[in-house]
């Protein structure tokens, strides 16, 4: 999970400019955490609400042709310096399903931290 804080807004305003960054990076962290969180609360089980909730989402947007602005894993092809794998970005989704992949602009963090990711989902592939 890679957060983008410079798309990140509270009403408007960046959530940069109302939060301090080392509660930010608190924040970050456990929501990284928060699958593992609510299956230790389960006992058993898993963290089914917040993926089928998305399910939801992305299936209106595709019955009823919302090209609707979603987060999904998409196949990329160049886009945000990537070709060949599937990463959880922003998707245009209509009737013919992932129409466009919203490239946004990341600071120089942000690209290290999707590009530390990407290796990181490489090397779990090369060992599968």
Request: aromatic share 6%; hydrophobic share 45%.
């Amino acid at each position: 999970m890679v957060p983008v804080r410079s798309y990140t807004t509270c009403n408007g305003i960046p959530v940069g400019n109302l939060i301090k960054s080392d509660r930010l990076d608190a924040i970050e962290k456990r929501v990284r955490g928060a699958g593992g969180e609510v299956v230790a609360l389960l006992k058993t089980g898993s963290a089914f609400y917040s993926p089928a909730a998305s399910a939801i989402q992305m299936v209106e947007a595709y019955l009823f042709d919302q090209r609707r602005v979603l987060a999904a894993a998409a196949m990329l092809d160049g886009e945000y310096g990537l070709k060949g794998m599937y990463i959880g970005v922003p998707v245009v989704i209509g009737k013919n399903g992932i129409e466009k992949i919203v490239e946004i602009e990341l600071n120089a963090d942000e690209k290290k931290a999707l590009n530390e990711s990407a290796e990181r989902v490489k090397q779990l592939l090369a060992i599968l």
